[in-house]
């Protein structure tokens, strides 16, 4: 099973400012890597699949770049609905599917 | 528009049993491939089952093998997770989730493009 290790844990960032978010996989995912985002009593909404391609309808301040064992994703200029939980997915090994354990992104 | 609609959730015993299902509408619900994620409170997503468009592969997580079994019934538009024997750390909120592959060239990617709202499960004396 390939495991997913998000980091920071929590990460504090003003409005406005980048916010730079990692995901790293315990062997090579290629680029089958996905972003979600979580807010409270939500489900998550998928933000990047395939590494770096935005799925519709999200705003071009996300990216998300890497590939094998290395991914990040970038907010470039935060709003106040960016402060959520961001999860990572990988679906190249699969089963099972696995998540990485989520990264809070909170105001500061 | 994409729906996916869970229902079933509920409090039951250590031991007992429960069955979600989950509505789709808006797609083709017969063309996808779908999937149950589920998440225990304030912790992090838990993939739980696959099963494919026809229902005839179906993969589970190794904390639920031999528990749970997915299935699905295309004329209804739904999909369903039989829970057996549960256990006090089945307890979460189960959501449903399609599965959908990205094509290029010589591979795909995949990921889980539509979730529904989620049904809790607390399993508890």
């Known amino acids: 099973e390939i495991v997913m290790t998000q980091s920071p844990a929590t990460l504090s960032v003003s409005p406005g400012e980048r916010a730079t978010l990692s995901c790293r996989a315990s062997q090579s995912v290629s680029s089958n890597l996905a972003w979600y985002q979580q807010k409270p009593g939500q489900a998550p909404r998928l933000l990047i699949y395939?590494?770096?391609t935005r799925a519709t309808g999200i705003p071009a301040r996300f990216s998300g770049s890497g590939s094998g064992t290395e991914f990040t994703l970038t907010i470039s200029s935060l709003q106040s609905e960016d402060f959520a939980v961001y999860y990572c997915?990988?679906?190249?090994?699969?089963?099972?599917?696995?998540f990485g354990q989520g990264t809070r992104l909170e105001i500061k | 528009e994409v729906q996916l609609v869970e229902s079933g959730g509920g409090l039951v015993q250590p031991g007992g049993s429960l069955r979600l299902s989950c509505a789709a509408s808006g797609f083709t619900f017969s063309s996808y491939e779908m999937n149950w994620v589920r998440q225990a409170p304030g912790k992090g997503l838990e993939w739980v089952s696959y099963i494919s468009s026809s229902g005839s592969t179906i993969y589970y997580a190794d904390s639920v093998k031999g528990r749970f079994t997915i299935s699905r019934d295309n004329a209804k538009n739904s999909l369903y997770l039989q829970m057996n024997s549960l256990r006090a750390e089945d307890t979460a909120v189960y959501y449903c989730?399609?599965?959908?592959?990205?094509?290029?060239?010589?591979?795909?990617?995949?990921?889980?493009?539509?979730w529904g709202q989620g049904t809790l499960v607390t399993v508890s004396s």
């Open positions: 997915q990988q679906y190249n090994n699969w089963p099972p599917s696995t």
């Open positions: 395939g590494a770096s």
């Open positions: 989730a399609r599965d959908h592959q990205y094509y290029y060239g010589s591979g795909s990617y995949r990921y889980f493009d539509y």
